[in-house]
């Protein structure tokens, strides 16, 4: 058994999220049995200046285990001496960022337009091999574009190259993230290397992962954005990978108390000044969809007075509760 698939073995791999998987957020994943968790990219140019926004993102703790750090870049020199400073934190994991389609990523030649130059792809993985000693990964699109699809391509270099396992999201970089995830791209990159094919992409319900892992034969499957507000599917992921059957949505009385715990390991890793902005986001995305939300969500949008957030939010949830006890969130 390999690192990667040894790490997340009958569950699922939470992943790198820009300004979302920070360390409160990747605990509370945690709670609910993800396997495994990564970082969200952090530059490789920041981490060789040390500056302290870029060091902070590799701020983790005990409990934070096993944790995959993601770096990006497009220079061999500067991702393997960036490499070796990630090393230092002791990570389970190293991660590349080969997929990012983010114009203030691919314009510095970093992220997905690393899969316009495989070459150079191949140089900066094989010289990050060489610099530490932990399992390196390569996180991709499934290319440039339809007409440029080489995620295979990639994925036989990174093997090549000593990468320990690639993880495959089906859009291409110029899809963004709109369309679907092809999933035929992720059974394709499994067929062509021996190394572990992790897939990603479009995993929403519990009950995807297992459709993801039958169809393309992957060794583990990667959730994004199905767990935004949403950890619960982590627990759901791995009742179906146990051959259980799915347990209930979390009740509204769990849903807040989690929202709680949530805020709480906010204020304890951030400070009390700075958690407000943070947590504003994943409060809207715990409410989503929930009954007569709207003027509430509305406002939490608006609002820099925790206090009062919680008391509005408080007073939110023991309404629902009292009318509509019923609720599955
Ligand atoms: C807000 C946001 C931030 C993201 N940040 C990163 C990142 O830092 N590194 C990375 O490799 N992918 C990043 N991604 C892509 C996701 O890791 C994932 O590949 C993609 O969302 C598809 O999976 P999903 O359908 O499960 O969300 C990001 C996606 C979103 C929506």
Redesign the pocket.
């Known amino acids: 058994m390999s690192a990667i698939t040894d790490l997340c073995k009958n569950t699922a791999i939470l992943?790198?999220?820009?300004?979302?998987?920070d360390l409160p957020f990747r605990l509370v994943a945690r709670e609910f049995g993800c396997g495994l968790c990564?970082?969200?990219?952090v530059s490789a140019n920041g981490l060789v200046r040390e500056t302290a926004k870029t060091l902070d993102y590799l701020k983790t703790c005990p409990e934070d285990r096993p944790l995959g750090v993601?770096i990006?870049g497009a220079d061999p020199a500067v991702m393997a001496e960036a490499a070796r400073i990630v090393g230092e934190h002791d990570p389970d994991i190293l991660?590349l960022?080969m997929?990012?389609p983010?114009r203030k990523v691919v314009k510095t030649g970093a992220?997905a337009m690393l899969m316009k130059d495989l070459p150079l792809a191949g140089r900066i993985i094989a010289a990050v091999v060489r610099a530490v000693k932990r399992p390196v990964t390569v996180?991709m699109?499934a290319g440039w574009s339809r007409a440029a699809q080489n995620a295979v391509q990639l994925a036989r270099i990174a093997e090549d190259a000593g990468a320990a396992a690639v993880?495959v999201?089906g859009?291409t970089a110029d899809q963004g993230?709109s369309g679907f995830?092809d999933w035929s791209v992720i059974a394709d990159v499994k067929r062509a290397v021996g190394i572990p094919v992790v897939g990603?992409?479009?995993?929403?319900k519990p009950s995807d992962a297992l459709d993801m892992l039958k169809q393309t034969e992957c060794d583990a499957v990667?959730?994004?954005?199905?767990?935004?507000g949403n950890p619960w599917i982590f627990q759901g992921i791995s009742e179906l990978l146990a051959g259980a059957s799915l347990g209930n949505r979390p009740r509204l009385a769990e849903r807040y108390a989690l929202i709680r715990r949530h805020w709480d390991l906010e204020v304890r890793h951030r400070g009390a000044r700075l958690a407000g902005r943070s947590f504003r986001k994943h409060l809207l995305w715990y409410t989503k969809g929930l009954p007569s939300s709207g003027r509430l969500r509305e406002a939490m949008g608006k609002m820099t007075d925790s206090d009062r957030m919680f008391a509005e939010l408080e007073e939110y949830f023991r309404l629902l509760e009292q009318t509509q006890p019923e609720i599955m969130t």
């Open positions: 992943a790198p999220l820009a300004g979302v998987t990564f970082t969200e990219m993601q990006f991660d960022n997929g990012c983010v992220g996180k699109r993880i999201h859009r993230f995830s990603n992409g479009d995993i929403r990667m959730v994004g954005r199905g767990a935004l």
